[in-house]
T-cell receptor, first 113, second 108 residues
Framework: SAVISQKPSRDICQRGTSLTIQCQVD?????MFWYRQQPGQSLTLIAT?????????ESGFVIDKFPISRPNLTFSTLTVSNMSPEDSSIYLC??????????FGSGTRLTVV | AQRVTQPEKLLSVFKGAPVELKCNYS??????LFWYVQYSRQRLQLLLR??SRESIKGFTADLNKGETSFHLKKPFAQEEDSAMYYC??????????FGEGTQLTVNP
């Protein structure tokens, strides 16, 4: 089964700064996704990370705020830019691995102070 | 637009009792539905999907297109079933739309 390593697992950041979250998969995958889970709420898809092209963002999410890189088929990063306390959430990476259906990373718990 | 509704945020049952976690969806296309579970301090993991029609850890879920529902059931709940359960709908581009989640507590 696909193994996803996500880091950092948690961080406390100052408002106005940026944090980059990394997602590493142990095998090549076509589809990689980034989700956000705000406190007490469900998961919301931020964007689909496409290898070799720009990410596809969902309504309400923009590239300037959440730039995403996907340099190859096993790695992606999500940056949360110019953070405010409202960005405090758990951010999760997910992959659609053939035969396994949407495996999730362990998440990054971000607190903005 | 697609939507997944889990009407119960909290559900509490006693060990050995039947449990049903409700999920309703709205989607204009052909739905593909999933149940995910998150145990305390663990990552989100797939419990089952409607296409496979399997039983995992004693849980089953049947897709009812007429009622647009995909309720999760287990005849005899166990304490280790206590967890957060999310119903999810796959839409175009392999994207998942999640429900709000139901926190299940199984009491001894």
């Amino acid at each position: 089964s696909a193994v996803i390593s996500q880091k950092p697992s948690r961080d406390i950041c100052q408002r106005g700064t940026s944090l980059t979250i990394q997602c590493q998969v142990d095998s090549q995958v076509t589809m990689m996704f980034w989700y956000r889970q705000q406190p007490g709420q469900s998961l919301t898809l931020i964007a689909t990370a496409n290898q070799g092209s720009e990410a596809t963002y969902e309504s309400g999410f923009v590239i300037d705020k959440f730039p995403i890189s996907r340099p190859n088929l096993t790695f992606s990063t999500l940056t949360v830019s110019n953070m405010s306390p409202e960005d405090s959430s758990i951010y999760l990476c997910s992959v659609d691995y053939p035969g396994q259906t949407y495996t999730f990373g362990s998440g990054t718990r971000l607190t903005v102070v | 637009a697609q939507r997944v509704t889990q009407p119960e945020k909290l559900l509490s049952v006693f060990k050995g009792a039947p449990v049903e976690l409700k999920c309703n969806y709205s989607y204009s296309g052909s739905p593909e539905l999933f149940w995910y579970v998150q145990y305390s301090r663990q990552r989100l993991q797939l419990l089952l999907r409607h296409i496979s029609r399997e039983s995992i850890k004693g849980f089953t879920a049947d897709l009812n297109k007429g009622e647009t529902s995909f309720h999760l059931k287990k005849p005899f709940a166990q304490e280790e079933d206590s967890a957060m359960y999310y119903c999810a709908l796959q839409t175009s581009g392999s994207r998942l739309t999640f429900g709000e989640g139901t926190q299940l507590t199984v009491n001894p």
